[in-house]
């Protein structure tokens, strides 16, 4: 006699099991944020003074008993560069019946709380994509369409600058390329210590470079953003990956960098009881300063994709 199977699908009122756990992933870091400096701003406009010294002479010389004379040029003029703050915000709504139903990893009345979260790490993301971008800066109008936009660390770097593809570079990167960049910010006095590449153009840096074993932080853990150590003519340099840069490599003295707060990042609710549903408004307005551009140098048109 043939045996008769029963599917459990048709069966009535069986719960399905949904595991209490919730699996998140954030692709991003915020290398750039960890390695600047921080100060606070008083404007939507921030201004700041430059000052560099003239090239060395080897031909300073004069004869005994000489006469002082004086022109204009012999004065050291300084430079001034600026840049404007940059709002940025993340919405958070959550239906109040969200918060009274029992959610899978979170149980209940825990939405609010998880989404905060989750958007105030989104909106410092931000932070970090608009600091190494080459945004150009916009003037916010407060009383138009026309939103602040920071200028980003690759609009600022451009005195030293190296286009591969060009002349008798590549279009990948190459040790000549890599110490030639080196070369000028060391050459304008700068003292790079971190270079910033995204995956592919540090695999062929992994080339030429040996390995190095990174101290374990306080914390336990490797730092595992930083791969490599590379010691060359301008001195040792980490090796970091960053998922904003493809075609781009950075080379920075990081100290010459800063992230002005105009405001700190701040959670704004919104009314409680006029809509049935609770939530707010991550804030935050800030602005990337480069003190001196000067010291550090890139390399663009790197023929890489994400």
Request: some cysteine; overall charge neutral; hydrophobic content about 35%.
């Amino acid at each position: 006699m043939a045996t008769a199977r029963v599917s459990v699908d048709v069966q009535y009122q069986i719960r399905e099991e949904v595991l209490d756990k919730i699996s998140k992933i954030d692709p991003y870091n915020r290398p750039i944020l960890a390695s600047i400096g921080r100060r606070n701003v008083k404007n939507t406009y921030v201004q700041w003074t430059t000052q560099e010294l003239a090239e060395p002479s080897s031909s300073n010389a004069e004869v005994h008993g000489f006469t002082t004379t004086f022109a204009a040029a012999d004065s050291t003029k300084r430079g001034q560069a600026n840049n404007y703050t940059q709002l940025i915000a993340k919405k958070v709504a959550v239906d109040l019946s969200m918060e009274a139903v029992d959610v899978a990893g979170l149980g209940v009345g825990n939405e609010l709380k998880e989404q905060k979260s989750l958007k105030f790490t989104e909106m410092l993301n931000d932070v970090e994509a608009s600091a190494i971008s080459a945004n150009t800066a916009v003037q916010p109008l407060p009383n138009s369409s026309q939103a602040g936009v920071m200028a980003g660390i690759q609009t600022f770097v451009t005195n030293n600058a190296i286009v591969a593809g060009s002349g008798t570079y590549p279009s990948y990167i190459t040790p000549d390329m890599y110490d030639d960049l080196a070369v000028l910010v060391k050459k304008d006095g700068g003292m790079p210590n971190k270079t910033f590449s995204g995956l592919q153009c540090l695999r062929q840096i992994s080339g030429w470079v040996t390995q190095t074993t990174r101290e374990i932080g306080n914390d336990g853990r490797r730092m595992t953003n930083i791969i490599e150590q590379y010691r060359g003519v301008a001195g040792l340099q980490d090796l970091i990956y960053h998922s904003q840069l493809t075609t781009v490599l950075l080379m920075l003295e990081t100290g010459r960098f800063e992230m002005g707060w105009l405001r700190e990042p701040k959670w704004h609710p919104y009314p409680d009881g006029i809509y049935d549903y609770s939530g707010g408004t991550y804030k935050t307005e800030c602005t990337l300063i480069s003190l001196q551009q000067k010291a550090s140098g890139k390399i663009t048109s790197l023929g890489y994709t994400a």
